[in-house]
């Protein structure tokens, strides 16, 4: 594993359209529900958002084990 490569890995992160497919809601639903509760665009958070973030936090938690392991070999076979 290269530099790029490690750092493309560590700079992954997860985005509104992803959060907002998993709950089956549009972009903009997200967004709405993450402004202030004051503001008059603000809507309620789509039912099941718990289930979904923890999901979403699982793959994240994966992803990354995966890379530190990945950079964790390609370190040792190089000798490093």
């Given at each position: 594993?290269?530099f ?55 793959k ?20 490093r």
């Amino acid at each position: 594993m290269n530099f790029k490569d490690a750092t493309d890995g560590l700079f992954d992160r997860i985005d509104h359209a992803e959060l907002a497919e998993a709950l089956g809601v549009s972009v903009a639903s997200i967004r709405q529900a993450r402004l202030t509760p004051t503001a008059k665009a603000y809507r309620e958070a789509p039912k099941n958002w718990e289930s979904a973030a923890i999901r979403l936090a699982e793959k994240q938690v994966w992803h990354y084990r995966r890379l530190i392991e990945q950079i964790r070999k390609s370190g040792a076979s190089s000798g490093r």
